[in-house]
């Protein structure tokens, strides 16, 4: 298949996946608000949320490596998890307890999969950091769509068009997984020996990026995922929740869709920029007195990440070695996304329903100057 063909069915699949994950994950946790949670039982759910994420990133890219293979792992961590997707939403409503305690388990299977679908892209595409950005720019751009669309459907319709949306969506993403082929790892991948994965810590550049992700995590993970908190306590609703995703990824998929020049920019000086990024969006949230500010703030975070991914994937391939390199992928967004978040979302929605909803981004901004101050030290060594 040329490289042209490949580049539109891979960004086909990952906009269709991303757009999956946004209309169940992005909206799910809201309608278990609706239901009677409230911020520090949802804080509770999501920390358990991600720890079995974390868990799952082990076990799932362990999974790939082990098999060689993205696409038969792919089809059965999806599956799995979209039946679990169906059980958390029809037993909220009248088993809220229950459906809470089954969420956190799809994290388990959900939250590995971008790795996956990364990694799988980056093998087709021989590592070309461009054509990999266009067809994960797609990917976001899917998961913005989403977000406005599924949101103003919502506000209109009702919660009901949730599980309507999402299954559809699965449809989709299932039969374009089954169709689409997947190139052999390769001789070298096949000879090369198991080793441990806690070798990853001993790679220098990749354990300070490490580091960076685990910092700049712990302070976005309460803004990011109790964001529909924030903007209730500045007048915004469900569809107001869509709009501020839908700006927020497009400009994100902005970034990566670029990945190809950024690349041409130190790695340091981009990990400086992701983390001082991510500092403003703390600022906006403070001085907030209406959801634009938080869009704002939004706006910043999602050009924070739009760099950031291709650079962590880029600094993996770079230095890791090849038999680890997807269990490294699943650890790198595993760091950034669950196991700072388990430690923040702890205490979150304590301190939103304690002290308000904008103490979670005073206490980011005094965390990320950690991250802002090691990317500027490393810069300076440089």
């Not at 989709?172 to 198991?194: D, H, M, Q």
């Not at 990566?256 to 790695?267: A, P, T, V």
């Not at 196991?339 to 329903?353: E, N, P, R, T, V």
Request: positive net charge; charged residues 10%.
């Amino acid at each position: 298949m040329t490289n042209e063909k490949l580049l539109v069915r891979f960004s086909l699949f990952d906009g269709l996946y991303w757009a999956w994950n946004a209309t169940f994950c992005g909206f799910i946790t809201t309608y278990m608000l609706k239901c009677g949670m409230d911020s520090t039982m949802l804080s509770l759910v999501l920390a358990a949320f991600m720890l079995l994420s974390f868990l799952g990133a082990f076990f799932w890219g362990g999974q790939c490596d082990k098999l060689q293979t993205n696409k038969k792992v792919f089809l059965v961590a999806f599956a799995a998890s979209t039946l679990l997707a169906f059980v958390t939403y029809f037993l909220a409503g009248d088993m809220l307890l229950v459906a809470a305690l089954i969420y956190p388990v799809t994290g388990f299977l959900i939250s590995p999969l971008g790795a996956n679908v990364d990694g799988w892209m980056l093998r087709e595409f021989h590592f070309d950091a461009a054509l990999y950005g266009r067809a994960r720019a797609i990917g976001s751009a899917g998961y913005a769509v989403a977000m406005l669309v599924v949101g103003q459907v919502i506000n209109q319709l009702g919660f009901f068009m949730l599980p309507v949306c999402f299954g559809l969506l699965s449809l989709l993403v299932f039969f374009i997984a089954v169709s689409s082929k997947e190139s052999p790892y390769g001789t070298k991948a096949r000879t090369l020996k198991p080793a441990n994965p806690a070798g990853l810590l001993k790679i220098g550049p990749f354990l300070f990026l490490l580091l960076i992700l685990f910092f700049t995590g712990l302070a976005i993970s309460p803004v990011n995922n109790l964001k529909n908190v924030l903007l209730e306590s500045v007048g915004g609703d469900v569809g107001t929740i869509g709009i501020d995703a839908f700006l927020g990824v497009m400009l994100q998929a902005f970034f990566i869709f670029i990945s190809g020049k950024l690349s041409r920019m130190d790695k340091n000086f981009r990990l400086f920029l992701v983390a001082f990024t991510i500092l403003l969006t703390m600022v906006c949230v403070i001085v907030a007195s209406s959801p634009v500010f938080i869009i704002v703030g939004t706006l910043f975070s999602n050009a924070s990440y739009g760099i950031m991914l291709p650079t962590m994937r880029e600094i993996t391939e770079d230095t890791v070695p090849e038999e680890l390199k997807n269990t490294a992928r699943s650890l790198t967004d595993a760091v950034f996304g669950n196991f700072a978040g388990i430690l923040a979302l702890l205490y979150g929605g304590w301190m939103m329903d304690s002290f308000g909803a904008k103490s979670v981004a005073w206490l980011g901004l005094f965390v990320m100057v950690i991250p802002v101050l090691m990317a500027l030290s490393k810069m300076k060594k440089n």
